[in-house]
């Protein structure tokens, strides 16, 4: 992870960090005490061999001597006992920081991660999936903190413990210090061995579990579409195909893991073995004293499980390191910018494409479109489908940007305006309606920045959805299903026009918006927004000539191109594309009332 994003993710947490690595510090000074006491006892108080060493002469001075503690043998044993309870108790202040630190590091990193998602361009939206974001920004984060809490502070520990340890074992036998510390140097070369294993296998699970999370999410929002054509057999099959692949790459990391593992517990009892068998000979030769032999023992023991799990916290660093990279990609990623001059006012005037082409990666969407549309009045928009009448409003709200041209308003370039000053002067209403998990009032509202029930219900109104609204139980207190599931795809479509309407837009965009309404409330609908709208611009998209009819001016869309522009009656009067599709939905109108 880039240093600039350590930084931020570790502010506010180092005054954490700092008291639990010195709290840890002193839990190694009193942990390596005890086994001195147990030493100097065995060997200068009940024994009496001489005291060899700094540490042996300072606790016998401490002790008032070796006779006075020899009379008094119960002031070893305090001391024992006080170095216990001091290292319990330094233990726990440096897990309760850790606790601490880790929970506010994992805090900001999630509102660093969510805040960097927001800004980040609609189109890196549309290049990675749902679930794989999803599960980057929980999945990843938790196995970070995971580590932090758990393994870092133990990495840290171990080796404190260790230096400390290769001081003292030194110092008082070099023989045996050699045989303990020899085998460390051959565990931390097999954990490096595995550590690049352990890290590709774990991407590869981590990768999976991201296609499933993709799959649940796809399964859950997509499920009418699912039971309504009777695909519930086939995309379970799917899931199963993709979950037994997930399986198949943790089963793989967890033979990895326990042979590491396996590796690591018969290093360390070797290890152990080792020191007794040395220590026994040297004892047996008069080279090395019962106290200092308990003293070896009482360490190895005690490092033993530091230094086993020494190698589980190196693959858990390989875990750890794969979600830093994975949320990498995310934060690494650039974010939407604006210019340094960019205006945040002077939105208004007539709207100007000038020669406006726009690739999706290879392929050519819109090409060479010029068109004005005078402030107030409305355009009408007809086209085959994929013709690029969606990504045309995308381009004007800088969704996308354009590959060629320019796009004016007011004779402004609208990339001299703030992205959200753009945004917030330009309403749009897709036709696949995005409802939240609130209150249908609270989804009216949410763009505004006041509102009261009288507003919300004029707008409503205008939407042609307040009789609707009025005769759920709770109104407009009514909660929204996720998604809007809850409500027929005509009610999600005019409760998004409602919306829109709350923000008083100058330019407003209807995408279709009116697909999921009948002929009679479409006609109803837009009468009520040639009330309301009168001095916004306003762009209608659709499929039904009796929608754009009344258009100032329509033009038509095929495979990107302009292919026909002007009014109502000029497009009729022409005989082209529009006129084609006017005499065929004409003739199936005709059709349905001749049924009835």
Request: with cysteine.
């Amino acid at each position: 992870m880039k240093s600039k994003n350590v930084i931020k993710l570790l502010k506010g947490t180092m005054k954490y960090f700092v008291p639990a690595l010195f709290c840890t510090l002193f839990y190694t000074l009193f942990k390596f005490l005890i086994p001195q006491i147990v030493g100097v006892t065995v060997d200068n108080v009940i024994g009496t061999l001489p005291a060899e060493g700094r540490i042996a002469q300072l606790l016998l001075d401490l002790g008032g001597g070796r006779q006075n503690l020899r009379d008094n043998l119960i002031f070893c044993a305090i001391a024992i006992g006080i170095c216990a309870l001091a290292e319990g108790v330094c233990n726990y202040f440096s897990r309760i920081n850790v606790t601490r630190g880790t929970e506010k590091f994992t805090m900001v990193l999630r509102n660093i991660l969510l805040a960097h998602i927001e800004s980040l361009p609609f189109s890196w939206h549309t290049k990675n999936s749902t679930g794989d974001i999803i599960q980057r920004s929980t999945a990843d984060v938790m196995t970070l903190r995971n580590f932090i809490s758990s393994q870092l502070i133990e990495v840290i520990k171990t080796l404190i413990l260790l230096t400390v340890a290769l001081v003292i074992m030194f110092s008082m036998n070099t023989k045996l210090a050699l045989v303990f510390f020899v085998t460390v140097p051959l565990i931390v070369i097999y954990s490096l061995l595995f550590h690049t294993r352990i890290s590709r296998q774990f991407r590869s699970a981590d990768e999976a579990e991201g296609e499933l999370l993709t799959q649940v999410q796809e399964n859950l929002s997509g499920m009418r579409v699912v039971r309504a054509f009777g695909r519930e057999r086939h995309e379970l099959d799917k899931f199963n195909s993709t979950s037994d692949k997930y399986v198949k790459n943790w089963v793989d990391l967890g033979y990895t893991l326990g042979f590491f593992w396996g590796i690591g517990d018969l290093a360390t009892c070797i290890q152990l073995m080792s020191v007794i068998c040395a220590g026994a000979f040297f004892a047996a030769k008069g080279e090395l004293s019962l106290g200092t032999l308990l003293i070896f023992i009482s360490y190895t023991q005690s490092l033993a499980g530091p230094v086993r799990s020494l190698g589980k916290s190196l693959s858990e660093l390989s875990k750890a390191g794969v979600s830093a990279e994975r949320i990498e990609e995310i934060l690494s990623s650039p974010p939407e910018k604006d210019e340094d001059d960019a205006l945040n006012e002077g939105f208004g005037g007539d709207i100007v494409f000038d020669n406006v082409s726009f690739s999706y990666g290879e392929n050519e969407v819109l090409s060479h479109l010029s068109f004005t549309v005078a402030e107030g009045s409305t355009l009408g928009i007809l086209g085959t489908t994929g013709s690029g009448k969606s990504s045309l409003t995308y381009l004007l709200n800088r969704l996308y940007e354009p590959s060629e041209g320019q796009i004016r308003i007011g004779g402004k370039d609208i990339r001299s305006f703030k992205k959200s000053y753009l945004r917030r002067n330009i309403g749009l209403v897709l036709q696949d309606s995005f409802l939240f998990s609130k209150t249908i009032a609270e989804n009216i509202a949410i763009a505004a920045e006041e509102a009261d029930i009288d507003k919300i219900r004029s707008c409503a109104h205008v939407a042609s959805v307040d009789s609707d609204i009025s005769t759920f139980p709770d109104a407009y207190d009514t909660m929204v299903g996720e998604r809007g599931v809850t409500l027929s795809g005509g009610q999600r479509q005019r409760i998004a026009i409602a919306r829109t309407l709350m923000q008083h837009c100058p330019v407003m965009i209807f995408d279709d918006s009116l697909s999921a309404v009948d002929m009679e409330t479409d006609a109803r609908i837009r009468e009520s927004l040639r009330q309301n709208t009168k001095n916004a611009t306003v762009f209608l998209i659709s499929h039904r000539i009796n929608t754009l009819m009344d258009a100032d001016k329509i033009i038509v869309l095929d495979e990107g191109r302009i292919v026909e522009e002007g009014t109502h009656r000029d497009l009729i009067a022409k005989g082209g594309l529009y006129s084609r599709v006017c005499e065929i939905q004409s003739m199936s109108a005709k059709e349905v009332d001749a049924d009835e």
